[in-house]
């Protein structure tokens, strides 16, 4: 079977699980999985499950990037923040939606290799940096739109303060070794509210905040 012919398979199970926002199939669509897999994983690249990437690392199950990407519910006018670049597929995913991607990650090496992919496929409406994703991205302010492809015990604080007012923010939470659930935040009236979007199994996020007296060890 051709790519062309597993590309059309892959979006046609995603259309029957229930992903029917049409910029979300389009970006699927365009973006090329296999640019972001190992190549001793080629052969499956849109078959519709997690691929390991390096470092404990993993690039997420299709199915669960389109979710996450239509949970979101940006346009053209947002800027989002991503939290775990990974091999830098839902970045990638979400810049042929959305006016700008920032995305961070803790791992150097699987930093440069997203950057270096972006720059083949001249995605250049992606702004990427090495750091602590927990601590989101504090000179920017604001953003509209929150990704988060690692999971927390429960939503950090930062960002939770970076998500703007009419924000949404999708990540999953829970701990190792037991159940983890996909919520999406959206925050107004400076009222955040949680809708669960289902089980998910994602990495743990590693956060280097300093403890705060009172608050949660990070």
């Not at 989101?136 to 492809?149: L, Q």
């Amino acid at each position: 079977m051709t790519i062309a012919a597993r590309k059309i398979r892959l979006l046609m199970q995603l259309r029957r699980a229930g992903i029917n926002d049409t910029a979300t199939l389009a970006a699927m669509e365009r973006i090329p999985r296999e640019a972001f897999v190992p190549r001793s994983f080629l052969d499956q690249a849109y078959e519709n499950i997690a691929l390991p990437i390096g470092l404990g690392q993993t690039l997420s199950q299709p199915q669960v990037v389109a979710l996450m990407t239509q949970a979101l519910r940006c346009d053209a006018s947002h800027s989002v923040l991503e939290i775990g670049t990974g091999s830098g597929y839902q970045a990638a995913v979400l810049s042929r939606i959305c006016r700008r991607v920032y995305t961070i990650e803790r791992h150097k090496d699987l930093l440069e290799a997203a950057e270096a992919r972006f720059a083949e496929m001249r995605l250049h409406n992606i702004t990427s940096r090495l750091g602590d994703g927990a601590r989101g991205w504090p000179e920017k302010r604001r953003f509209a739109r929150i990704i988060v492809t690692c999971a927390a015990e429960l939503p950090p604080e930062p960002l939770l303060d970076q998500l703007d007012e009419g924000g949404v923010m999708v990540l999953p939470v829970g701990g190792q070794g037991r159940g983890q659930d996909l919520l999406r935040l959206c925050k107004q009236d400076g009222i955040v509210s949680e809708e669960n979007l289902g089980e998910v199994r994602f990495v743990p996020l590693v956060q280097d905040l300093p403890r705060a007296a009172g608050g949660q060890s990070a």
